[in-house]
């Protein structure tokens, strides 16, 4: 097309008038664009009256005058050649104006990659080019509702988290959250619209694959082939067996098939929860609504739940925990040796590192040499600890962690005997520093005393105390345990004793006291080592954590898919891949840092606050699904709830209210062949539906899932078999066999020999804690069954989820989680508000209350650590007296 140059005026004064008149029009009539300004929502160029090429187009005259120069891309090209889904405003101005005008303009303004943008998206699939008016035509995917905006900063969200383009769908969503606004009352139209719902679609395979491959394939269209809504599913199944409870009345079968119903809810939101978003959706449910009514006759919302039972304030305050220093014994002390070489024991690299760089940067006058024992090769170049022993250590703590029924303590004495009389640096050591496993420790403590060598220990622990215990060896461990430590007058008198020992978390402090009565105080990590310092320049980036959970790389999918309907916001979301390692100098260099943690206390957290690196941590509801999903402090092992022979726990009230409900010992039999059965058949089905997949990734999906049925079936047919005493597999990993031939009640530790030593009144003023004085209403592991070890597969899963006092004591034990406790972290409930946070945080406010904090907690360790040193190292001179 060629106009007369005189017309250009002529146009453009035309499209803009309609424009502005489009807007115009949308006020009269009430319609909002996002956001409430138009130049928000329309195309720049049209809103502003300006010509395309003030904006960064070519003044070339464009394709209408034959030229063609280079030309920064400008908002019009941005706005038509963007790798992204036509916006729903589109539509709203095309219905009022022609494509022949925009095309006309920006054939005689724009570049011709403009024009070709456009003429595809306005004159090709989308638009009928008739010059008399124009519809929208929708045959291409629209992945955003902009209708539906969550967040401080108004975020819209994905149509795969709404549904509201499918008829059937949005009417349910919308009468569900009429429901849902009133608090759920019996609504017996909305329940038929779910029994309608699951009529149509409780007999499809593996509800969430489809969803996930859509979220993370950002070429996928929207809705799915098969129309299918994953969060509306969820609801269908929530408000169907909210009515069953309410019809159920003495119907067994009726009560069975609503706790079937909230329990698959759980179970098509993804393994572990993975494709839990139920909180960054319009849906008004939410996972822990259909946990907290499994097995229950009354209906409650998680709100409704929290209002009636609200976590009870910490009985035992967490700063009466805490390090505390005592004074001096009087009399003359031994001199503190000028040069000091220590071994370390610990297969854990960062909480090894943290008490060795404490007492490098504190201890003065001290030349002080650490090696390290039990740690990889490769822990030299990510963070300098190139300054190790024998390999052996390690190696030797791997092969008994694969099959730990093969390495009793004799056989474990025995090698690490061998791998001490021939690795100098170990046998001359003159400080035994312990982080993990502590039963090596004891156990290094015992050869180097039989061979005359007094090794004082200095222990900092962040996992269960009996971790990598040998499992038939308890009460081996316990009389070890009990040989070390104990009160300061008594570790004077028998220096044999010599060991003072501490804890990274306030959990852990709590669970080894109610096991031994023993008070190992909390003494916070830092992770000076790492020299990071917040001085960021990626100003609009946030680093994303990676967390070993099955939720991060669909958290990644998912927020790529929300950053979809915003691609002009300022923020980039930075997600670390699985085996990447960053330079901690990178690190500070972030805005901000999102971490999703997987247990009570992790060395990463506390690096990063050190750094004054402002984070962004899930809200306490998300906490509760990550934090016991993974973390071994919670779901362990029950030898890791063993009681210190002679030892009697603190009274907790609620230490025995849920034990009738609990079925300990081995899973049963029959339970055991009847889901193999049912494993055997959905996976037929996944290897059918794989074999005439349409492409090779879906067909990979289906087989994946057929082999992890499979490897379930192992598991599945052993239990059938009654061969618990044998190890087995499943597709969450290894399953460790249970004592052979044992009850629950004959696997408890037997009486050790050597009676509890008395704890150190003097040195803790909450020890007196017990029965005496108000303790903690839940015991420490009360957040994980009695019976919770591999073969009742409780520690697995979101069964704890469930009401009563499992969760309470959940809820409860997250109150002294340092996660919840440190000042200057900022929590977001949901993935839309994440991504307003991560804009409007104001990073210089969190930066300076994480520095004050760490000013604070820094004097009280490193006073723990320098005192530690010279009360193992330099004690009081024993001094005899005479009689007579």
Not at 705 to 713: H, I, K, P, R, S
């Amino acid at each position: 097309v060629t106009l007369p140059r005189h017309w250009h005026g002529l146009w453009w004064g035309c499209l803009s008038c309609i424009a502005q008149g489009a807007s115009a029009l949308d006020r009269a009539v009430g319609a909002q664009p996002p956001q409430g300004r138009a130049a928000e929502f329309l195309p720049a160029f049209l809103v502003s009256g300006a010509r395309p090429d003030v904006l960064g187009e070519s003044r070339s005259g464009g394709i209408a005058g034959g030229l063609e120069k280079p030309a920064a891309p400008g908002v019009t090209e941005h706005f038509f050649c963007s790798p992204k889904e036509p916006p729903f405003y589109l539509e709203h101005l095309m219905a009022k104006i022609s494509a022949q005008l925009v095309l006309l303009m920006l054939a005689l303004h724009g570049t011709p990659s403009v024009f070709r943008c456009a003429a595809q998206t306005l004159g090709g699939s989308l638009l009928d080019t008739g010059f008399g008016g124009t519809t929208w035509q929708k045959q291409q995917s629209v992945v955003t509702d902009f209708e539906i905006r969550m967040g401080s900063c108004q975020v819209p969200v994905p149509q795969a988290f709404t549904c509201r383009s499918m008829p059937q769908w949005k009417a349910f969503l919308e009468r569900m959250q009429q429901n849902a606004a009133q608090g759920f009352p019996p609504d017996f139209e909305l329940f038929q619209m779910a029994e309608d719902i699951m009529a149509r679609w409780q007999d499809k395979p593996y509800p969430p694959q489809d969803f996930y491959k859509y979220i993370c394939n950002t070429e996928a269209e929207w809705p799915l082939p098969d129309h299918f809504c994953l969060f509306g599913f969820v609801g269908a199944l929530v408000v169907r067996s909210r009515h069953l409870m309410v019809v159920a009345g003495e119907d067994e079968s009726v009560k069975k098939a609503a706790d079937m119903d909230f329990g698959y809810a759980t179970t098509v939101l993804g393994k572990e929860g993975s494709v839990d978003f139920l909180d960054s959706s319009p849906w008004p449910v939410s996972i822990l609504d259909a946990y907290i009514n499994i097995n229950e006759t009354e209906f409650l919302t998680y709100d409704q739940y929290n209002l009636r039972n609200p976590v009870p304030y910490p009985t035992v305050h967490p700063d009466a925990l805490h390090w505390r220093p005592t004074a001096a014994a009087p009399g003359p002390r031994k001199a503190m040796p000028a040069q000091i070489h220590a071994a370390v024991l610990g297969t854990h690299a960062t909480l090894s590192l943290e008490p060795v760089d404490m007492l490098r940067r504190f201890a003065e006058d001290v030349q002080f040499r650490a090696v390290f024992f039990g740690l990889e090769p490769r822990w030299c170049q990510i963070l300098g600890m190139c300054d190790q022993g024998t390999t052996a250590l390690s190696q030797l703590f791997k092969d008994a962690e694969k099959d730990p029924y093969s390495f009793s303590w004799v056989t474990m004495v025995n090698h690490i005997t061998t791998i001490y009389e021939a690795d100098e640096k170990l046998n001359r050591a003159e400080l035994l520093i312990c982080t993990e496993p502590l039963a090596g420790c004891l156990m290094l403590r015992q050869i180097a005393a039989e061979r005359g060598r007094i090794l004082p220990l200095l222990g900092y622990f962040g996992v269960a105390l009996l971790n990598s215990c040998p499992p038939e060896d308890i009460r081996t461990f316990w009389s070890a345990f009990a040989g070390v430590g104990g009160p300061r007058g008594s570790q004077e008198r028998d220096p044999s004793k010599l060991a003072i020992l501490a804890v990274n978390n306030l959990i852990l402090s709590e669970q080894i006291y109610y096991q031994s009565g023993r008070r190992m105080p909390y003494v916070r990590a830092h992770g000076l080592y790492t020299g990071m310092s917040y001085a960021p320049s990626k100003l609009n980036d946030v680093l994303v954590w990676r967390a070993p959970l099955f939720m991060y790389p669909t958290t990644r999918c998912a927020i790529a898919r929300f950053m979809q309907g915003m691609p002009e916001y300022p923020i980039y979301f930075r997600f670390m891949e699985e085996d990447e390692s960053i330079q901690y100098s990178e690190v500070a260099k972030y805005k901000a840092v999102t971490l999703i943690p997987w247990d009570h206390a992790l060395m990463t957290f506390y690096e990063l606050y050190s750094a004054r690196i402002p984070l962004l941590l899930p809200a306490a509801e998300w906490m509760y699904r990550f934090l016991y999903q993974r973390g071994q402090l919670s779901v362990g092992e029950r030898m890791y709830q063993s009681i210190m022979p002679g030892h009697t726990p603190p009274h907790a009230e609620f230490a025995e209210a849920e034990e009738f409900k609990e079925k300990s010992g081995p899973p049963d039999p029959k339970v055991g062949l009847a889901s193999a059965k049912a494993a055997r058949g959905v996976a037929e089905d996944m290897l059918t539906r794989g074999l005439s997949a349409p492409d090779i990734d879906t067909a990979k999906q289906y087989l994946t899932a057929a082999l992890e049925l499979v490897q379930d079936m192992r598991y599945f047919l052993t239990v059938a078999e009654n061969r618990t005493n044998e190890d087995s597999y499943s597709s969450m990993g290894f399953v460790r066999r249970s004592a052979p031939g044992a009850s629950p009640e004959q696997q408890e530790t037997p009486m050790a020999e050597e009676p509890i030593l008395a704890p150190d009144e003097t040195h803790f003023a909450s020890q007196n804690v017990g029965k005496q004085l108000p303790w903690h209403p839940y015991t420490p592991f009360q957040m994980s069954t009695r019976d919770s070890n591999d073969w009742t597969r409780m520690r697995k899963g979101g069964w704890w989820l469930r009401r009563g006092v499992r969760f309470d004591a959940m809820r409860y034990w997250y109150q002294f989680s340092d996660f919840s406790r440190f000042p200057g972290i900022s929590y977001f409930q949901n993935l839309p508000e994440l991504i307003c946070m991560a804009q409007s945080m104001d990073v210089h406010a969190a930066a300076a209350a994480m520095r004050r904090h760490n000013e604070q907690t820094l004097v009280h360790s490193a006073a723990f650590w320098t005192s530690s040193l010279a009360e193992l190292l330099a004690p009081p001179i024993q001094t005899s007296s005479k009689s007579g």
